[in-house]
């Protein structure tokens, strides 16, 4: 009997077509199955890759948008602080002579004098606190571009207010004294002695 079974078992395997490797036999049901299978781990893999693709580009839109209001906030919001207010000596009235405009480069004011007299404004741009400039109409910050007229109104932006003034008076001692802390009315000339 046993030599039965080994010669059917022979027998099956010439039986078969090709070379004589056994291959499984599969019905179409299950190659179908398979097929199916395949094709749901194709379409989970790319669904997966797009929903990725796609939050990352969220991701990136959100975080330029964030950048973009954030440095509009910056250019808005002034980053130089004065220091508390304080109150000085400038010279004496025969240091400035009429019709000049003076630097006071140390505490960043002019002095005006004119046949009117006296006035005092800061030649820091209120946009971001740059030293402006004078020019042949007034005053030009360079760093962003504001423009002011020679007593320092806002003649172009960015800049929305204008330099200010500040109160002044002479002191027994014959100095011309200044408050930074007391801003009085744009183009005030005050006549001292």
Avoid: N
């Avoid at 209120?126 to 007593?151: I, K, M, N, Q, S």
């Avoid at 204008?162 to 200044?178: H, K, N, R, S």
Wanted: aromatic content about 8%; hydrophobic content about 30%.
């Amino acid at each position: 009997m046993g030599k039965s079974k080994k010669r059917k078992k022979k027998k099956s395997i010439a039986e078969q077509p090709g070379d004589g490797s056994v291959e499984p036999e599969s019905s179409p049901e299950q190659i179908e199955e398979v097929e199916e299978k395949s094709a749901t781990a194709d379409e989970s893999s790319s669904s997966s890759r797009r929903d990725f693709l796609a939050k990352a580009g969220i991701v990136a839109v959100c975080s330029c948008a964030a950048g973009a209001l954030a440095g509009s906030v910056r250019l808005a919001v002034p980053d130089f602080f004065d220091g508390p207010p304080e109150r000085f000596p400038l010279g004496r009235p025969s240091d400035f002579k009429t019709g000049t405009l003076t630097w006071v480069r140390e505490k960043q004011l002019f002095v005006l004098r004119d046949e009117d007299g006296f006035g005092v404004f800061s030649s820091r741009c209120t946009h971001l606190g740059c030293t402006v400039r004078r020019t042949a109409e007034g005053f030009f910050c360079p760093c962003h571009g504001a423009r002011y007229d020679a007593r320092g109104q806002v003649t172009h932006g960015p800049a929305r207010a204008p330099l200010p003034w500040y109160g002044l008076w002479l002191e027994q001692d014959g100095y011309i004294w200044v408050d930074t802390g007391e801003e009085a009315e744009m183009g005030s000339m005050r006549t001292l002695g």
